[in-house]
C-alpha cells in the first residue's frame, strides 16, 4: 500500500461520525436529545453524567455520546431526533421538556428513550401507566408544568399589594393551553389580575418586558419553558432594568440575580435520566423501569436581588426557602 494511501485511509476514519467510529470499536452511542443549547445546559449535562457515571459508563472511555441541540427553535427537534434514529443509537436520553421527548417517540418505537417532561407522560401518550411504561419509553416527570399555580401563590405572598402581575408565556410550548389555564384559574383564586404576554423570540422577550412597564406591572411570573431556560441571562437583566420582582422555575435563575424561584431540582432529574441510560445500556428494557417522579423541590430566595428592589421578604417564606442568597 503506498504512502498516500495509507493517510487517506487513515483520515477517512478519522472523519466518520462519533456514533459509527464507536460502533465500530465496540463502544456503545448514547444519543443526547436537548430543546436547549449546549451553552445554558452545561450543569444539567454535568448531572446526566454523574448519573451514567454511578452506572460505571464514562464518556470518552467506554461510552460515546452524540449530542444534538435544538438551540431553543423547537422545529429542528424532528430532524435531530431522526438523525440520531440512522445513527442506530444505543438509547436515546430526550432532555429540555416534553417537546423533546415526543421527538424521540415520533421517531422510533424501538430505540430506548429516557426523556424528561414537566407533564402527565400518561396523559401526553409517552407510557401506558407510571409503573409499567410499556414500548421503549420511560423516563422522569419533573411536575414542572404543574407548578405554576404554587409559583403564582408565592409571588402573591411576597408581594401581596400588586394591583397587576405580568406573565411570560411561551405559544410554541406543548403544554401552553395548559399553563395559560392553570395561571388563569389560580389567579381567579387568589383574586390577583394577571396579564400574560406571549414570547417566543429574543425580540419577543425584549418587547414583553416593555408591554409589562407599559401596563406598570408590580411583579412577573415566567412560566416553566425550556426556551426561556436558553435566554436565563437576558430574562434577568430585563428584570433588573426594568425593576421588576420576578419568580421563575429554576435555581439557576436566583442564581444568576432573579429574584426568587420555585420548582423541581433539575440537576437531580437529569443525573436519574443518566442512571436509567446507564441501566438500558447494561440490559434493563424500558418496560421494566417505572417512570420517576421528582419528590425533590427547591425554593430560592436572593436577598440581594429582594434588597436591590426595595423588598422586604416576609420572615415566614425566608424561613421556609431551601436556600437563600445573600
Known amino acids: ?66 449530542y444534538r441541540w435544538a438551540e431553543g427553535q423547537y422545529d429542528r427537534l424532528p430532524a435531530l431526533a431522526a438523525d440520531l434514529v440512522r445513527r442506530q443509537v444505543a438509547v436515546i436520553a430526550a432532555t429540555g421538556g416534553t417537546i423533546s421527548s415526543r421527538a424521540a417517540k415520533a421517531a422510533t418505537s424501538t430505540i430506548p428513550i429516557i426523556f424528561g417532561t414537566g407533564e402527565d407522560p400518561v396523559k401526553l401518550g409517552l407510557v401506558a401507566t407510571l409503573s409499567r411504561p410499556g414500548g421503549n419509553v420511560t423516563g422522569v416527570h419533573t411536575f414542572i408544568g404543574q407548578m405554576e399555580a404554587k409559583r403564582l401563590g408565592l409571588l402573591h405572598e411576597l408581594i401581596p399589594t400588586a394591583a397587576l402581575v405580568g406573565v411570560l408565556l411561551n ?10 389555564n392553570d395561571i388563569r384559574d389560580a389567579a381567579r383564586n387568589l383574586g390577583q389580575e394577571v396579564n400574560v404576554v406571549n414570547a417566543s423570540s429574543e425580540g419577543d422577550i425584549r418587547a414583553a418586558f416593555a408591554t409589562f412597564a407599559r401596563l406598570r406591572a408590580a ?16 430574562i434577568v437583566a430585563l428584570a433588573a432594568q426594568y425593576a421588576i420582582p ?61 434588597k436591590a428592589l426595595g423588598l422586604e421578604v416576609p420572615p415566614g417564606l425566608s424561613a421556609r426557602a431551601d436556600e437563600v442568597i445573600e
Open 171 to 180: 405559544p410554541k410550548s406543548s403544554s401552553f393551553a395548559t399553563l395559560s
Open 246 to 306: 420576578a419568580i421563575y422555575e429554576l435555581r439557576e435563575f436566583a442564581v444568576a440575580g432573579g429574584l426568587i424561584s420555585y420548582g423541581t431540582s433539575l440537576l437531580e432529574a437529569y443525573r436519574q435520566i443518566g442512571l436509567y441510560t446507564g441501566r438500558i445500556l447494561k440490559g434493563d428494557k424500558p418496560i421494566d423501569l417505572p417512570v420517576v417522579q421528582s419528590t425533590k423541590f427547591e425554593l430560592v430566595i436572593n436577598l440581594k436581588t429582594a
Open 219 to 234: 411583579a412577573l411570573l415566567v412560566a416553566a419553558d425550556p426556551f426561556f431556560n436558553t435566554q436565563l441571562d437576558q
Open 1 to 66: 500500500m503506498r504512502r498516500r494511501e495509507f493517510i487517506t485511509i487513515l483520515g477517512g476514519a478519522a472523519a466518520l461520525p462519533i456514533s459509527v467510529r464507536a460502533q465500530q470499536a465496540g463502544t456503545p452511542v448514547v444519543g443526547f436529545l436537548s430543546s436547549r443549547t449546549a451553552s445554558d445546559a452545561t450543569s444539567a449535562v454535568a448531572a446526566f453524567h454523574r448519573g451514567l457515571n454511578e452506572m460505571g459508563y464514562f464518556e470518552g472511555q467506554n461510552v460515546a455520546i452524540e
